[in-house]
């Protein structure tokens, strides 16, 4: 029986990309923030320079999937992030958006078979998001680490 599991120790090779939310930035730039910090204390270079990592800013949660399926397409990289933040209003416009959104990033990495990790706050409130984002603790930081994770499990799985 082989058993397989992600690696936090050699992360350095890793091609990261991260599709980032401009809308509710607010919120989006301080998961960025905690993603970054995150990658960079495991070994991936995140400076203007880096080889290793690429950042997209996009309008909105709505057009997370095809900046994601654009870079998943372009095999640079072994792994995305897609970071975002959909805060519930007083009209549906949130079910249409988180509902899209999370198809989409879904689709892309079944398509492409390049793991997209799903970093897209739902909340009802400014204050929740905020709370997720590093008023309490960073989420950001969780999705870096699960991007190493799931980078080194693709590359062990690929290497059997």
Known sequence: MATFEGRFTDSSSLRIGVVVSRFNDLVTAKLLSGCLDCLNRHGIDTSAASDHLDVAWVPGCFELPIVAQQMARSRKYQVLIALGAVIRGDTPHFDVVVAEASKGIASVARDTSIPVIFGVL????????????????????????????????MTSLSLS
């Open 122 to 153: 739902t909340t009802d409130t400014m204050q929740q998001a905020l709370e997720r984002a590093g008023i309490k603790s960073n989420l950001g930081w969780n999705y870096g680490l699960e991007a190493l994770e799931m980078g080194s499990l």
